[in-house]
């Protein structure tokens, strides 16, 4: 890989931090090849508000072009396209990774209902990112798979549908995730 100039900003989930589940791993991996990498420490992600997290990023996302490549994971993923629907129009970003992302009530997870944006202009999500790619797996018992294979559909996304994997955690084995890391190098060097 010889891309250096790549900007990677990884958004964790609700009660997630840059140092829980597969974030550092996937930091440490990524900083041998790419220059900038960054994964957020979202505010209050325990009691997230929207707004909070919408300025989070307003104030802390930098250099967002083509270079520009994404990784969120649940909460993450929704927290990312509001960041991304606000962006002018003519912004185009090299891609996201949406990681048992949804965009849609989740039951289990009504806390973050404040979060959903029923009127999220998709088709100019859809325009701004250049390659999208939603991974899930069929034993999320967080975020059904359903909700990710929608988001997947919604967004003209490639779909990674896993046997296995639950929501992708550190309690249920996810201290590295190869999948993710994998992904988005084709993702940058293609």
């Known amino acids: 890989m010889t891309n250096k100039k790549a900007n990677i900003y990884v958004i964790h989930g609700y009660t997630a931090t840059s140092q ?22 979202m505010p209050n992600s325990n009691a997230p508000v929207p707004c909070e997290w ?6 802390n996302v930098y250099n967002c072009n083509e270079n520009t490549f994404f990784v969120g994971h649940s ?12 962006q002018p129009k ?7 990774i949406l990681v048992s992302g949804f965009l849609e009530p989740v039951p289990t997870l009504s806390i973050l209902d404040p979060f ?7 088709r100019k999500l859809i325009q701004m990112i250049k390659k999208r790619l939603v991974i899930t797996s069929i034993t999320d018992t967080i975020v059904n798979c359903k909700y990710s294979c929608n988001l997947a559909e919604q967004m003209e996304a490639k779909l990674i549908n896993l046997e296995s994997g639950g929501h992708f955690i550190a309690q249920e084995g996810f201290a590295k995730f190869p ?10 060097i293609k």
């Open 20 to 41: 829980s589940e597969w974030f550092p791993w996937l930091k440490n991996s990524l900083t041998k090849t790419f220059e900038e990498v960054v994964v957020f420490d």
């Open 75 to 86: 909460l993450g993923c929704i927290a990312l396209l509001r960041y991304l629907e606000k």
């Open 54 to 59: 919408d300025e989070y990023l307003n104030n």
């Open 90 to 96: 003519d912004k185009i970003i090299g891609g996201a």
């Open 179 to 188: 999948l993710v890391f994998n992904e988005l190098c084709k993702m940058i």
């Open 116 to 122: 959903i944006k029923s009127d999220l202009n998709i």
